[in-house]
């Protein structure tokens, strides 16, 4: 990663695990995934090593890529991957990112994914606070769009094509959304950001319908969520999305992502239906040793499901793995807090062998005539393993707002300041009082509040290598 890349500021405004083994794990995965997605390819972009096609890359990587180099304050690499996605990606004419490009180069899959475009979005929007926060310097894609243009372009597209009636998220342009949804595409929080970036459309319509389809959920008293569905609650049967497991009817890789967006609600905007929805979800898997894919009766997918990735490599469908311990411990981290749920942090970091600047074991102790959880797709897991732990970490902010309501700097402590020797200083962002006090202390690693009456802001923390 680049050497003078640190995480963004947290004032303290989100709980964490005040562990600093997390940090130490976001910051060598960082690494990794510029590493091994990134610098082993030649266009910028963050690619998929061991999938079907290996080497592709989808847009969907893309929007990862950002959200991890963004909140690694790495807006050298944050460039070069979207820079990257609007290099051999981006269409212009339809003002969306095309979501697939071939390892061979060329695109082989058209039209938007609209996770992947609203994730993007929202990024720029973060990026662009940045700059005017004085954090980050402006930026022109080779398209010609600063940060914010093209959000703003990606915002107007899912409104007039991904949005159906008003507030059914569809999975594509034109394709679905009230026929069929896939819930893990749902993402409250940045719907109620859109909404103030672009208050002449009703944000808050999709919001609520988000939850009114994840309350139909058929494993909704346990926290589980199909792949797909009818916003109804009813399984959809006809042809659906890519790779789509069991007709949808699982909650495999797609609906496990639903607690680590409503996680964010909650963090973000105090929202009462995610704090009940991760819960329950939280209820059903107490312990990390339940982190796995589930049916909606609550029962562990058939370890005799199978696939092979583009390398070769078996794999179970069954997985208890840096990613289900990711994404199920956003869940157990809200609901059971930081103290209590210290066990999911400990979980994840076993999956992080030391030294290595991947997730992931050789070997699987629960499935043992199958290859060990590493390297999967050397993409996917990756990520969710990272978000999870970020979240674990009180890492992933809401920027908008920290960068929109800042405060006076807190007593003893300068403006933002160009990294350097030792520690920059930081503004102190909304989190303080405005005697500088912090309103919602962080927890240190045993679950204590550190003083009412501290006014110390948490530092950016160096990545590895920097002076």
């Known amino acids: 990663m680049a050497s003078q890349a640190y995480f963004l500021p947290n004032a303290g405004q989100l709980p964490r695990i005040a562990d600093p083994r997390l940090d130490d794990a976001l910051q060598r ?3 990794g995934m510029v590493k091994h997605n990134i610098d082993a390819y030649s266009d910028g972009m963050v690619h998929r090593p061991n999938s079907e096609d290996p080497g592709d890359a989808v847009s969907e990587a893309q929007a990862y890529g950002m959200i991890v180099t963004l909140y690694g304050n790495d807006q050298a690499n944050f460039n070069r991957i979207w820079d990257g996605a609007e290099n051999h990606m981006w269409n212009g004419s339809a003002k969306l990112y095309d979501w697939r490009w071939a390892s061979k180069g060329g695109l082989s899959g058209t039209g938007m ?14 990026a662009d606070s940045l ?13 010609g769009a600063g940060y914010r243009q093209r959000a703003m372009d990606i915002i107007g597209t899912i409104w007039s094509k991904a949005v159906v009636e008003g507030k059914y998220l569809a999975p594509g342009a034109g394709w679905g959304g009230k026929e069929f949804a896939n819930p893990s595409y749902f993402s409250p929080a940045s719907y109620r950001i859109f909404a103030k970036a672009d208050p002449g459309h009703d944000w808050n319509s999709v919001v609520e319908q988000c939850y009114r389809t994840i309350a139909a959920s058929p494993g909704a008293s346990k926290g589980l ?6 916003p109804d609650g009813n399984y ?43 819960d329950a979800a939280a209820a059903f898997a107490p312990t990390p040793d339940r982190a796995n894919f589930y049916t909606m009766d609550g029962v562990l997918i058939p370890a005799a499901d199978t696939f092979t990735l583009g390398n070769g ?37 076993a999956f992080l062998p030391a030294g290595s600047d991947t997730w992931g074991l050789p070997q699987d102790a629960q499935i043992t005539d199958r290859t060990g959880s590493s390297p999967n797709e050397g993409y996917f897991e990756q990520f969710l393993a990272w978000f999870g732990g970020a979240v674990m970490a009180g890492r992933f902010t809401n920027v908008w707002d920290e960068m929109q309501h800042p405060l006076a700097a807190a007593p003893g402590r300068g403006a933002v300041g160009t990294p350097g020797q030792g520690n920059p200083q930081v503004t102190s962002f909304r989190g303080y009082e405005a005697d500088g006090r912090r309103e919602n202390p962080v ?10 009456s501290s006014a110390a802001p948490v530092f950016l923390f160096p990545n590895p290598g920097v002076p």
């Open 29 to 31: 995965t960082a690494a």
């Open 113 to 126: 994914a609209t996770d992947a475009d609203q994730d993007i979005a929202l990024m720029l929007l973060f």
């Open 131 to 143: 700059v005017t926060r004085g954090i980050w310097q402006k930026h022109t894609s080779p398209k």
């Open 225 to 230: 969520i199909p792949d797909w569905m009818v």
């Open 236 to 278: 959809f049967n006809g042809s659906l999305g890519y790779n789509a497991y069991r007709q949808g009817r699982s909650m495999y890789k797609d609906g496990i992502r639903v607690g680590w967006r409503l996680a964010l609600d909650w963090l973000w905007f105090k929202e009462p239906r995610a704090k009940k929805w991760l």
């Open 313 to 349: 490599q078996y794999r179970s469908r069954q997985e208890h793995s840096e990613l289900t311990v990711g994404m199920w411990g956003c869940a157990a981290f809200v609901s059971q807090g930081p103290t209590a749920s210290r066990a999911w942090s400990d979980s994840l970091l």
């Open 443 to 452: 927890l240190n690693a045993g679950g204590n509040a550190p003083s009412r």
